[in-house]
Nanobody, 125 residues
Framework: QLQLVESGGGLVQPGGSLRLSCAVS????????IGWFRQAPGKEREGLSC????????NYADSVKGRFTLSRDNAKKTVYMQMSSLKPEDTAVYYC??????????????????WGQGTQVTVSS
């Protein structure tokens, strides 16, 4: 069983930056790849990025590649998503999720096992 808590959302101007955190508690941290997703009103949930359980592999959706960067602090059981060059279309609720498996990679298309409650990111002038 894992619990995930996102933080760091808020209001930011276009072109600005935010860092989201995903704090994880529970025994399966070492086996968990972490993914970030978002959902805007009226739109389907979108997979953005993921980081492997060792932290040495990442994947990014084309919509955020080059603007968002993931990092993982295994000692703190926290994954960070640094977001830069934010655009109004990045406005959404952002969720982190855990995929508990033996895989050494991460995959945004897999079914994730545990989810956080989400944090709102609003990009507006």
């Amino acid at each position: 069983q894992l619990q995930l808590v996102e933080s760091g959302g808020g209001l930011v101007q276009p072109g600005g930056s935010l860092r989201l955190s995903c704090a994880v508690s529970g025994r399966a941290w070492e086996l968990s790849a972490i993914g970030w997703f978002r959902q805007a009103p009226g739109k389907e949930r979108e997979g953005l990025s993921c980081i492997s359980r060792s932290g040495d592999r990442t994947n990014y959706a084309d919509s955020v590649k080059g603007r968002f960067t993931l990092s993982r602090d295994n000692a703190k059981k926290t994954v960070y998503m640094q977001m830069s060059s934010l655009k109004p279309e990045d406005t959404a609720v952002y969720y982190c999720a855990a995929d508990v498996s033996l895989s050494m990679a991460c995959n945004l298309l897999k079914k994730y096992d545990y989810w956080g409650q989400g944090t709102q990111v609003t990009v507006s002038s």
